[in-house]
């Protein structure tokens, strides 16, 4: 008896001895891994966001012709950061790192990053802190990735998982992250990557509740909008048609984006002139249309719950769009997701105007997932996020409405790095 329990022992110590082959679902050294990068994650995000709303509400205290030269100021600040720390670069160049580069994402990077961002942000730029925290978290998945030295793909996974937290910790849906940090990566093959998105998942995971206990977030809608309810199948053909003028405006925040570029690029001129020149016109823009200040984040439900006229909401429509191409082009730090949806909320809130049978939870949620799919080319992320964010339960019109504003946008994607390397 004894000789068989030493066999039996033997036997045991061998298996524990043998390397644990990979499997996503056990509780191995790699979900571990990929578990603690989204406890960094949501930490960080957590920070983030509290200094970003302590400089945002002390910002705020300059209300009128005073928000001009406050936010010429701060884009003179954040300007003179990225020239003496260095340029963080945007969302172009954390694409063609992850695709070109092996991967890798510099976290030398960051300081300059995380201190113009939050100028740009909190002074009330049109974009948001999504990209910030996609390039801070995805450079720390970088960085736990030497440290525990991993390589190739395990590296890139981990970078890619990385992104995912950040990206989840402000909006509130690790599935919609997870994707979003694909599909971000490729204009047409969203799958390329398919091998991150285990890793992505458990980073957002554990992203969301580090980040969701600190800034005391509930689950539920961010967003305050009617619940829908289903009619009849016009609807997946009123979710088609609504995305394909969001599909069109799509097109001409892009051209906008094109134009404001050129006429920044045509005279060379230091980042910090450029970022202050960027903020005397978003100052100008603020003062005469002060909704259409900040990323959106409130402002989406200020413009929900507000019954604006017709003209101001397409002064706010056309201004938004004008002002995020400025935010863009200007050298201003952040991401354009968020604003971009603003701009389909009030485009939504337009042809209901016009169209007032149609039902203005749909039509909203249409234009938004159709301009945002034009632009950024995430039609399955898109539609779990507005899901997610507007508490709009039934997906497959979202998807209808995104597709279409994926399959109907231009041949040359927004985000250039997006495209085939030749």
Same mark, same amino acid.
């Given at each position: 008896?004894?000789?068989?329990?030493?066999?039996?022992?033997?036997?045991?110590?061998?298996?524990?001895?043998?390397?644990?082959?990979?499997?996503?679902?056990?509780?191995?050294?790699?979900?571990?891994?990929?578990?603690?990068?989204?406890?960094?994650?949501?930490?960080?995000?957590?920070?983030?966001?509290?200094?970003?709303?302590?400089?945002?509400?002390?910002?705020?205290?300059?209300?009128?012709?005073?928000? /001009?030269?406050?936010?010429?100021?701060?884009?003179?600040?954040?300007?003179?950061? /990225?020239?003496?720390?260095?340029?963080?670069?945007?969302?172009?160049?954390?694409?063609?790192?992850?695709?070109?580069?092996?991967?890798?994402?510099?976290?030398?990077?960051?300081?300059?990053?995380?201190?113009?961002?939050?100028?740009?942000?909190?002074?009330?730029?049109?974009?948001?802190?999504?990209?910030?925290?996609?390039?801070?978290?995805?450079?720390?998945? &970088?960085?736990?990735?030497?440290?525990?030295?991993?390589?190739?793909?395990?590296?890139?996974?981990?970078?890619?998982?990385?992104?995912?937290?950040?990206? &989840?910790?402000?909006?509130?849906?690790?599935?919609?992250?997870?994707?979003?940090?694909?599909?971000?990566?490729?204009?047409?093959?969203?799958?390329?990557?398919?091998?991150?998105?285990?890793?992505?998942?458990?980073?957002?995971?554990?992203?969301?509740?580090?980040?969701?206990?600190?800034?005391?977030?509930? /689950?539920?809608?961010?967003?305050?909008?009617?619940?829908?309810?289903?009619?009849?199948?016009?609807?997946?053909?009123?979710?088609?048609?609504?995305?394909?003028?969001? &599909?069109?405006?799509?097109?001409?925040?892009?051209?906008? &984006?094109?134009?404001?570029?050129?006429?920044?690029?045509?005279?060379?001129?230091?980042?910090?002139?450029?970022?202050? /020149?960027?903020?005397?016109?978003?100052?100008?823009?603020?003062?005469?249309?002060?909704?259409?200040?900040?990323?959106?984040?409130?402002?989406?439900?200020?413009?929900?719950?507000?019954?604006?006229p017709i003209t101001l909401l397409f002064a706010v429509f056309i201004f938004k769009i004008i002002a995020i191409a400025i935010t863009v082009t200007s050298g201003w730090r952040g991401g354009f997701i968020i604003p971009l949806f603003f701009v389909g909320a009030t485009l939504g809130l337009i042809i209901h105007h016009f169209f007032p049978s149609t039902n203005l939870t749909l039509t909203i949620v249409s234009c938004m997932a159709g301009i945002n799919a034009c632009v950024t080319r995430t039609p399955m992320s898109t539609?779990?996020?507005?899901?997610?964010?507007?508490?709009?339960?039934?997906?497959?019109?979202?998807?209808?409405?995104?597709?279409?504003?994926?399959?109907?946008?231009?041949?040359?994607?927004?985000?250039?790095?997006?495209?085939?390397?030749?």
């Open positions: 008896m004894k000789t068989k329990k030493k066999r039996q022992l033997i036997t045991y110590l061998n298996i524990l001895d043998q390397p644990i082959t990979f499997n996503p679902f056990v509780f191995n050294r790699s979900f571990l891994l990929w578990a603690l990068l989204g406890l960094i994650g949501g930490l960080i995000a957590g920070i983030y966001w509290i200094v970003l709303q302590y400089l945002t509400h002390k910002i705020a205290f300059f209300e009128g012709w005073e928000v /001009i030269p406050v936010m010429a100021i701060c884009g003179f600040l954040a300007g003179l950061v /990225i020239h003496f720390i260095g340029d963080p670069g945007e969302i172009h160049l954390i694409v063609n790192n992850i695709r070109f580069n092996k991967g890798k994402l510099d976290p030398k990077n960051n300081p300059s990053m995380i201190l113009s961002s939050l100028l740009c942000v909190a002074s009330g730029g049109s974009l948001g802190p999504e990209a910030p925290l996609v390039q801070v978290t995805g450079s720390t998945g &970088t960085w736990l990735g030497k440290v525990f030295r991993l390589k190739g793909e395990e590296l890139r996974s981990l970078s890619i998982a990385g992104m995912a937290s950040g990206f &989840t910790a402000l909006f509130g849906a690790p599935l919609g992250g997870s994707l979003f940090s694909l599909e971000i990566l490729h204009h047409k093959h969203a799958v390329e990557y398919y091998k991150a998105i285990i890793p992505a998942l458990v980073a957002s995971s554990f992203s969301y509740i580090v980040f969701a206990l600190i800034i005391q977030l509930g /689950i539920g809608p961010t967003w305050d909008l009617s619940t829908y309810e289903y009619s009849n199948v016009f609807d997946f053909g009123y979710a088609v048609l609504f995305s394909i003028l969001a &599909t069109a405006t799509g097109w001409g925040f892009i051209y906008c &984006t094109k134009f404001f570029k050129y006429l920044f690029e045509k005279r060379p001129m230091p980042i910090y002139i450029k970022t202050l /020149i960027g903020g005397l016109l978003l100052g100008c823009i603020s003062f005469y249309f002060p909704l259409t200040r900040y990323f959106g984040h409130h402002e989406i439900n200020e413009l929900l719950e507000g019954s604006l539609t779990i996020l507005l899901a997610t964010l507007t508490g709009f339960s039934y997906f497959i019109p979202i998807l209808f409405a995104s597709l279409t504003g994926y399959f109907l946008a231009p041949r040359i994607p927004f985000i250039g790095s997006q495209m085939d390397k030749d």
